[in-house]
């Protein structure tokens, strides 16, 4: 399914689950309320969250929802977006358990405050594919509407995730040592070299010349991040190695120059 019909269906849904809609008097609170029984999203949270007005909730306004859900201010936005962002903005609804539109955003704003670059969105994708859809243990700090998902999945097959996410390894201390250290450098070094072949570069060899993994590790880990898991300490060092290529070959560039 392309993702323009992915996020019409998931509006349609929404919709559908705003038509399930009765009115009732609360003695309590004197006053006149909606309740719903939902199929697809959790109803309540949403009107809260986005200060819905349940009088008069259309199709247009279910579609301006699902973008907001997903990185978007306006839906006339997913209509104009590029296929990296479409492919992300799927990728963040799917993954809203994992992390809110808002929480990577934020993460998204340290990445390119904090390595003075603007990233594409080809970037951004490249980004939440290493390091949270295809990681798990993520947990969002944020509330996942979707109701869809979570019936699916059994008690049992939750105990079993929340098994699986404490036995996870974690990096307690920095700088790495021993068996750590040396896969660290490996994984380094071959997505450092990955990365060198995407961009190109005229001259490779003084790239490389200037490679030091030690020093990119130091740059990506840093102690204030422990304890962290150490399979998503992995992905970060593949999700920043790009950007840091390409500071290595503008470097390489200079030096040439003033050779």
Do not use: C
Not at 59 to 69: E, G, Y
């Amino acid at each position: 399914m392309k993702t323009i019909e992915y996020f019409k269906l998931q509006s349609k849904n929404l919709h559908k689950d705003f038509k399930t809609q009765k009115p009732y008097y609360d003695s309590s609170l004197g006053g006149n309320f909606f309740e719903y029984t939902p199929k697809f999203f959790d109803v309540d949270a949403l009107v809260t969250d986005f200060e819905i007005d349940e009088n008069h909730f259309t199709l247009m306004n279910a579609q301006h929802i699902i973008a907001k859900l997903v990185g978007f201010e306006k839906w006339t936005e997913i209509l104009k977006a590029s296929p990296a962002a479409l492919e992300l903005a799927r990728l963040l609804f799917d993954n809203m358990h994992k992390i809110r539109n808002e929480e990577w955003g934020y993460y998204i704003r340290d990445v390119e405050n904090d390595n003075d670059i603007t990233l594409d969105d080809e970037d951004k994708l490249d980004i939440f594919k290493t390091v949270f859809a295809e990681v798990d243990g993520h947990q969002s700090d944020g509330y996942d509407y979707r109701l869809a998902k979570s019936n699916k999945t059994s008690i049992n097959n939750q105990k079993i995730k929340t098994m699986e996410n404490k036995s996870k390894i974690q990096i307690t201390s920095l700088p790495l040592t021993g068996k750590d250290h040396a896969e660290f450098i490996n994984v380094a070094n071959e997505v450092f070299e990955n990365a060198l072949q995407r961009i190109e570069h005229e001259h490779p060899e003084s790239v490389r010349k200037l490679w030091n993994p030690d020093q990119y590790l130091e740059e990506v880990l840093k102690p204030d991040m422990l304890p962290i898991d150490r399979d998503y300490a992995l992905s970060l060092i593949e999700a920043f190695v790009v950007h840091k290529v390409i500071d290595l070959a503008t470097l390489a560039d200079d030096e040439v120059l003033e050779a």
